[in-house]
């Protein structure tokens, strides 16, 4: 025979509790990874991503254009060289502002 259950006795609530009581020791165990104020390997990925998106996107183009205007391979050149000096003026732009005097630093942390 079934017990009935206590009504004081709610199963979302326990169960709510136990998911507390979880999340309280694997945030309590968790380590913590200290990139210092900046985040600098942030920064230095975002920095790449820049420079090969750069390249490659002018690539890509110059390849569509070659394609297209069938003018191989000054396409393919032309979209190198645009491609790389936009990631070159891209590189200077964030490294300006990463230096920027005055420059202020926000955290977003729910901790």
Known sequence: MRETPDP?????????ERLEAFDAERRRK???????QSGGASAAYRVLAQM????FGGV???WLLDLVAHSRPWGLIGGLLIGTTTSIVM???AASRANAPGKTETTNSDD
Do not use: C, E
């Open 8 to 16: 004081g006795d709610d199963p979302l609530k326990r169960f709510d």
């Open 30 to 36: 968790r380590p913590v990874l200290d990139l210092g």
């Open 52 to 55: 090969l998106g750069g390249v």
């Open 60 to 62: 890509g183009l110059g």
């Open 91 to 93: 590189m200077i732009r």
